[in-house]
């Protein structure tokens, strides 16, 4: 299998790369439009979403990684990476633009400022608990009927799945839990999406 | 429900964890919600409101001290990005205003006048991180000590020079290295020499690096000044003065953003820098008279 990407324009690109370390999977960072076809799978890390948003424009990566999920290619974004695969935006800026993918309405910033941030057990889908934490965390505050809930805190969904992309709101790389990411490399060797030069 | 049972606010973890998200980042200084917005458009992972930038701050001269609350207020409802504000070192009560108004961050600040010149803040009591100032790692560690979730390099604020940001980046970076090279039995006399506790101190020279995010601030005025501090080893900068006292802020704000995270690509590095209009004038830190130096504000 080719390399997982992990886009690095901004946010916590590098705890994503030592968790795929952990478990043996060799990841690459991604800044330019032609990395993207040397990978299998695609993490969209946390960050700002204003500001990956911006800088995927500026750095040409928008429009071919639009095209790749639109054709089946496996992307899952943490916290900031799950607005960006959300077609719709709560509360964000008047210019911000998500890449779409999941047909979802996510909410920002949806529990707070910084001191109301939080570390938190989750179940998620078949993996059982994981210890996570939730940093100016996102909620999905509607979904589609082809979304499938993976995970819920309270009454709130806070990881969805629909074909190859995959979205959550909190960060199993800042607590060090490996078992989402596992999750996700199951999905990539499912999908052994083939890129067509 | 199980969900408040299972929820615990302001670990240490989810402190620092925000600083983790701003990393490849810019944080800009910002003086009214107008600046905020112009800050947030260029890129900017979070800005910094207060009342003067440090520029004017050393022009103006006098005691500079936490913002009105009405200001902050305003520039934290102008934007959606994380909004951090300054209290004096050791103002505890500057916090607690500040924490009641729900700042992302409190930056416990050397480019305010102390409030005390032998404590800093406990900031293991406040439930919203803090960011202070290090110009080099014994400095760095102690603030940690004290409950600090992120460090930056302090530079020399208000400046536009950048040598003595570049100098406490090396410092800081240079010492940790130094300290991974040291057998454990001599990290002993390494934590008396730094001042800093012994298990802190073992613990930075086994991962070598420090636990929490390293911003560098302090005199960056251009995307190279930017760049250059990524190369060094930053995880992020903080841009004072040196946006709002440039010709075109918007552009100028916009290009550090793109340089610090295409900060080893000469060619995107010599494209963004073109056009740009007029930095800020600045001062040489060598001309400043050591009374006028801020970065040794701080113990």
Not at chain 2, 158 to 165: C, K, R, W
Request: negative net charge.
């Amino acid at each position: 299998m080719l390399p997982i990407g992990v886009l690095a324009l901004q946010g916590d690109f590098r705890e994503h790369i030592e968790t795929l370390r952990v478990i043996g999977v060799q990841a690459i960072e991604i800044r330019k439009p032609d990395d993207l076809s040397k990978i299998s799978g695609l993490i969209i890390p946390g960050g700002e979403s204003t500001v990956i948003d911006k800088l995927s424009k500026i750095f040409s990566v928008r429009e071919p990684l639009i095209k790749l999920i639109q054709s089946g290619f496996p992307v899952f974004g943490t916290c900031a990476g799950l607005i960006m695969l959300a077609n719709k935006i709560i509360d964000g800026t008047p210019t911000q633009e998500s890449f779409g993918g999941l047909d979802i309405e996510v909410r920002r910033n949806a529990f707070g400022s910084q001191v109301d941030s939080f570390e938190a057990d989750v179940e998620f889908a078949d993996s059982g608990s994981v210890h996570v934490a939730f940093i100016r965390a996102p909620i999905v505050a509607t979904v589609g009927s082809e979304v499938e809930t993976l995970a819920k805190f309270g009454s709130d969904i806070v990881a969805v799945r629909q074909d190859n992309l995959l979205g959550i709101s909190f960060h199993p790389e800042v607590t060090g839990v490996t078992a989402v990411h596992e999750y996700f490399i199951q999905m990539c060797r499912d999908a052994n999406f083939q890129h067509h030069k | 429900m199980t969900e408040s049972s299972n929820k615990n606010t302001s670990t240490p973890l989810v402190k620092r964890g925000l600083a983790e998200m701003l990393k490849g980042g810019v944080i800009m200084d910002v003086v009214t919600a107008d600046q905020a917005k112009i800050a947030e458009d260029a890129g900017a992972v979070a800005v910094m409101a207060l009342e003067r930038v440090p520029a004017d701050i050393r022009a103006q001269g006098g005691v500079a001290r936490m913002s009105d609350p009405d200001l902050i207020d305003g520039i934290i409802s102008s934007v959606s990005i994380p909004v951090m504000a300054k209290a004096r070192i050791g103002h505890f009560v500057e916090a607690q205003i500040l924490q009641s108004l729900k700042v992302d961050y409190i930056d416990e600040s050397e480019v305010l006048s102390p409030a005390d010149y032998l404590n800093h803040i406990d900031k293991w009591k406040f439930d919203v991180p803090f960011v202070c100032g290090a110009t080099n790692l014994g400095e760095g560690l102690r603030r940690i000590t004290e409950g600090a979730a992120m460090i930056r390099s302090k530079g020399e604020a208000g400046t536009g020079d950048v040598s003595e940001a570049t100098k406490h980046i090396r410092t800081i970076l240079g010492e940790i290295r130094a300290l991974s090279a040291k057998s454990e039995d001599e990290l002993y006399v390494s934590a008396k020499e730094l001042q800093a506790p012994y298990e802190l101190v073992k613990e930075v020279a086994r991962t070598g690096k420090l636990p929490v995010v390293l911003f560098t601030a302090g005199g960056v005025a251009t995307p190279a000044d930017a760049a250059m501090m990524m190369q060094l080893g930053a995880d992020g900068v903080f841009v004072g003065s040196g946006i709002f006292k440039s010709g075109n802020p918007a552009a100028r704000a916009a290009a550090i953003v793109k340089a610090t995270t295409s900060f080893n690509d000469p060619d995107v590095l010599a494209q963004v820098s073109r056009g740009l209009g007029e930095a800020m004038v600045g001062i040489n830190v060598a001309d400043l008279p050591a009374p006028h130096r801020l970065a040794e504000r701080g113990w």
